[in-house]
């Protein structure tokens, strides 16, 4: 695997950071994953304006242009096998002796990018759905960044695992906000549907704003499916027809159990055949375009 660090293209197993790293010491730092069709980055322009949307939030300046970005993310799909990949990018505050406060004066930011295989769900799963598990969403309220400061994340994400699940689907009590609703997936978004309508949480500071959540709902838009984009509270969730879950590595899936119970009839529904199928053929026209 050949990675990026810092102006160099080298081996991963060369790689070196400081054990100073601001992003080893406090999670300071933010992160995207692209992914990779056919050797193209898909909806690159968004997910690079996602990732300045992140440093503005943590006061990071971005150490590159967009021209400059598209130009090292070419790169690294070409130095990197496969047709389909999964790009990571990571910037942190750089090195500095440890103080919680930001160096003064600012130090090099550090830039890391890799390439991973990306491994879209199988067929056995889109047939199926996946189980998830709810839990408390007890992260902090900057849920729009794309902080890689994920212990919150993993350790909900491990619930899930631990009850031999894929996903945890994550409720937020909030009284000021009202009552307990939905806000996302450990790493993913979340819909539900409900007589034919699906329902999206708004893209607050309680969610992170997923690129391919905007692809699902440009698509609802673009072929006359009903959707809302609102709260989708606790008892939804429970009583919804269908569930589904986006990402940019799992893209489309349905969620056919939630803590032990059937969602809707316990198969992937008319939605989520209807959103997977476009959501297919958007990326297909993308690609050839
Ligand atoms: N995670 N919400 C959270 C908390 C996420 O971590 C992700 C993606 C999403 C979906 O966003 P997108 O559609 O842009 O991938 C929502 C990535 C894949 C990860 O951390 O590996």
């Not at 990571?90 to 550090?110: L, Q, S």
């Not at 539900?192 to 440009?218: H, S």
């Amino acid at each position: 695997m050949m990675i990026y660090l810092n102006g160099v293209f080298m081996p991963v197993e060369e790689a070196k950071i400081s054990v100073l790293d601001r992003g080893f010491i406090f999670g300071d730092g933010v992160y995207e994953v692209i992914p990779v069709y056919s050797r193209k980055a898909f909806r690159i322009e968004e997910h690079l304006r996602r990732l300045q949307h992140s440093l503005d939030g943590i006061r990071l300046a971005n150490p590159h242009g967009n021209a400059e970005w598209a130009e090292l993310v070419g790169q690294l799909i070409e130095r990197n096998a496969g047709e389909d990949q999964s790009l990571y990018l990571h910037i942190t505050r750089g090195v500095a002796r440890r103080d919680h406060a930001f160096p003064n004066p600012p130090v090099a930011p550090t830039v890391f990018m890799m390439s991973n295989p990306l491994i879209t769900p199988s067929a056995e799963l889109l047939r199926s759905g996946i189980a998830c598990v709810t839990a408390p969403d007890n992260r902090w309220l900057r849920c729009d960044l794309k902080s890689i400061a994920l212990l919150p994340n993993v350790l909900l994400r491990q619930m899930a695992v631990d009850a031999g699940c894929a996903e945890t689907v994550l409720i937020r009590s909030d009284p000021v906000a009202g009552g307990e609703f939905m806000t996302e997936g450990a790493a993913s978004n979340i819909f539900a549907v409900k007589n034919g309508t699906l329902l999206a949480p708004p893209k607050d500071n309680f969610v992170l704003p997923g690129i391919t959540y905007d692809v699902v709902l440009e698509l609802a838009a673009a072929n006359g499916i009903p959707h809302e984009v609102r709260r989708v509270m606790k008892e939804e969730v429970f009583a919804a027809d269908e569930l589904l879950l986006t990402s940019s590595t799992k893209e489309v899936l349905a969620i056919t159990q939630l803590d032990g119970k059937p969602v809707g009839n316990g198969k992937p529904g008319a939605m989520f055949a209807r959103l997977y199928a476009l959501y297919q053929d958007f990326k297909r026209d993308v690609m050839r375009g």
